[in-house]
């Protein structure tokens, strides 16, 4: 097991270095790429390949996370990253909403090292379901989750303690994140005992709410300009090309 995984972590970080030395890329006007078409532009399918092996090698599958999750965030993370979107390279979170609110569905995986660092529960806006998340809003005041890619920014502290600002990169799904206020936070919503007694999470607004005593580590492991992806298994979203937006 352990040859394995120096294995798998030589594999991943050839994968950065294959990465670093592409030709170069126009670095955008603005912080988030103008007009790009989809997200797996600019990666082949070779590079994904070698990111099946972690998956395999962290048994996602026996956490349940979608195997087609991981591989649509692992294309987007390779893309954003060699855009020059992504600043904290490091690690990579899936929200996986294909998942009922009851299990863990939040993932942060060591990209670089090659190890799960937090799989934890995570909440959904009220108005997307009860216990599965079915239904997703880009619209203020929806109350609902919003799918796709998105950029962490910087920790602070809120009306719900201490958070984290995110900002919504795929046009049409979540770039209204920001004047809805999309965060990630605590609430004590998020746990175990409220599935107990509920069967089901509490719900937020529409923000990723987390549990409270893995706020902070959480947080501070993927703040400032790393890469969280929130998947479903809807039609539209699968087959969409992503627009990103400035």
């Known amino acids: 097991m352990k040859a394995l995984c120096i294995g798998v972590v030589a594999l991943l970080l050839f994968s950065f270095t294959s990465l670093k030395n592409s030709p170069p890329v126009p670095a955008p006007t603005a912080s988030i790429p103008h007009h790009i078409e989809n997200v797996t532009t ?9 990111f099946d092996l972690l998956y395999d090698n962290l048994d996602l599958q ?3 996370l979608s195997r ?16 020059g979107v ?10 996986d909403f294909s998942l009922p609110s009851s299990q863990k569905r939040l993932f942060v995986i060591d990209m670089l090292n090659g190890r799960l660092l937090f799989n934890t529960l995570v909440a ?7 216990l599965m998340a079915t239904r997703f809003s880009n619209r203020i005041n929806s109350y609902m989750s919003s799918l796709g890619f998105y950029l962490t920014g910087d920790a602070f502290i809120g009306a719900h303690g201490y ?15 920001s004047s809805r206020r999309i965060i990630m936070h605590p609430a004590d919503y998020v746990s175990e005992e409220h599935v107990q007694e509920c069967g089901y999470l509490g719900r937020s607004e529409g923000c990723p709410a987390i549990p409270e005593a893995l706020n902070q580590p959480i947080i501070d492991e993927i703040k400032g300009g790393s890469c969280l992806f929130l998947y479903a298994p809807n039609k539209r979203f699968t087959h969409r090309g992503a627009r990103f937006s400035s």
């Not at 600019?42 to 070698?50: K, M, P, Q």
Request: aromatic fraction near 4%; avoid cysteine.
């Open 62 to 64: 026996g956490l349940s």
């Open 86 to 95: 992504v600043r904290n390279a490091d690690v990579l979170s899936i929200v």
């Open 124 to 130: 959904h806006g009220r108005n997307s379901g009860t």
């Open 68 to 83: 087609e999750a991981f591989h649509k965030a692992v294309l987007g993370f390779l893309s954003l990253q060699l855009t």
């Open 163 to 177: 958070s984290l600002q995110l900002e919504g990169l795929e046009r049409g799904w979540n770039d209204h994140a």
């Open 42 to 50: 600019g990666v082949s399918l070779a590079d994904s390949a070698r």
